[in-house]
Each structure stands twice: as structure tokens, then as C-alpha cells.
T-cell receptor
């Protein structure tokens, strides 16, 4: 069974631009969560989707948004990028909101 | 509300000696608990999970953890460290309702000295 895939793996953007990251969950998984990981703040929860509905949202500004499609694939978007948005963005999928999560390799975003 | 405290930000052991990574949790519900490992520039990999069955949980790569409700602890152990165990380890708690997201500890960096 293929694992969680994230594209692109690396991304370089400049301040003010926007970016879209993609996540394909494990086949059959309907729950997708997104996390931001930085050396200073550690792992921070962004949002969680289940069957195309946002179930939970972390404490991030409205510039961060996401969505989930009917095939469970998910995207997250960050608008008006700031230097502080440079981070590893991790996607995780699970078969349900209470089950263990399986993580993708992450997308490394660098904002210049 | 739930929370996780990993008591050590960095642990250093010699190869072949035991590993102990400490985790305390707080949860209003009977929790599920997980340990994940992250190698440099990689995603997180599930090591083991506790979901209210046996209190001693065995995971991959020789790791195990014991759920102790009276101490609200879920420490991760391994009898003999290997160089490949050097990584960041995260303790995670879930309230099992699905209404709140997983809560991650801040991580413990394990160094293994040859």
C-alpha cells in the first residue's frame, strides 16, 4: 500500500506570494491533518479534514487555508507569504479522526 | 483538555546501553497514546500506540512503552541503543473523541554515541 505522498517536496517563494501544497492520503483513509514544523515552535497543528469537512482548526491566521476533495486528497494554501512561514509542512492521514496518523515526508517551504 | 510533557529535550546514550525517553500526559478522557520517531529531513513514523488494551506496548525496532495511569506516564524504552536510533522522538496524546486534534509533545532528541 502506498504511503502518504506530498508534493512538491521543496519550494522556494518570495514574500507576498502565495503557495499551494498537496497531500494524497493512504488509499482508504478519509481523514487528513496538516502540521507546521519549525525549529522554534516545534510541531503545530494547522487543520484536520474528514470526508471533505474541516473538523478542527489550529491557531493560525486566515492566510492559511485548506480543503479536501471527494477522493480524500487535500490541499493547503498560504497567501501573502511571510518569512516566518518558512517551515516543513507535514500532512498525515488516518482511517478516522480517532485513529493513529501516518505522515508524509513533508514539503519544505522556504520564503525569501 | 489534554497535554503532553516530554521531560527531556535531549538524551544522549552510548551504543548498546538502554534508552529511556520520558513522557507525562494529561487528559480528561481515557486517552490513546502514541510515540513517533522523526529522522532528519523525514516525516514522522509511528513507533507504537496504546489504546487501552495491554499496558505494556511493543513497537517497531525493539522499542516498547508502558502506560501507567497512576503516574500519568507513557515512557519509551529500548534495552540496547543502536546508532540508527539517533532521531527526534515525539509523544502524542489523543482523547479518542475525535473532537480535538492530537496533541504533540515538544520532542526529545536522542543522540547515540559510538
Amino acid at each position: 500500500k502506498a504511503g502518504v505522498t506530498q508534493t512538491p517536496r521543496y519550494l522556494i517563494k518570495t514574500r507576498g506570494q502565495q503557495v499551494t501544497l498537496s497531500c494524497s492520503p493512504i488509499s482508504g483513509h478519509r481523514s487528513v491533518s496538516w502540521y507546521q514544523q519549525t525549529p522554534g515552535q516545534g510541531l503545530q497543528f494547522l487543520f484536520e479534514y474528514f470526508s471533505e469537512t474541516q473538523r478542527n482548526k489550529g491557531n493560525f491566521p486566515g492566510r492559511f487555508s485548506g480543503r479536501q476533495f471527494s477522493n480524500s486528497r487535500s490541499e493547503m494554501n498560504v497567501s501573502t507569504l511571510e518569512l516566518g512561514d518558512s517551515a516543513l509542512y507535514l500532512c498525515a492521514s488516518s482511517s478516522g479522526p480517532v485513529n493513529e496518523q501516518f505522515f508524509g515526508p513533508g514539503t519544505r517551504l522556504t520564503v525569501l | 483538555a489534554q497535554s503532553v510533557t516530554q521531560l527531556d529535550s535531549h538524551v544522549s546514550v552510548s551504543e548498546g546501553t538502554p534508552v529511556l525517553l520520558r513522557c507525562n500526559y494529561s487528559s480528561s478522557y481515557s486517552p490513546s497514546l502514541f510515540w513517533y520517531v522523526q529522522h532528519p529531513n523525514k516525516g514522522l513514523q509511528l513507533l507504537l500506540k496504546y489504546t487501552s488494551a495491554a499496558t505494556l506496548v511493543k513497537g517497531i525496532n525493539g522499542f516498547e512503552a508502558e502506560f501507567k495511569k497512576s503516574e500519568t506516564s507513557f515512557h519509551l524504552t529500548k534495552p540496547s541503543a543502536h546508532m540508527s536510533d539517533a532521531a527526534e522522538y515525539f509523544c502524542v496524546v489523543s482523547d479518542r473523541t475525535g473532537n480535538t486534534p492530537l496533541v504533540f509533545g515538544k520532542g526529545t532528541r536522542l543522540s547515540v554515541i559510538a
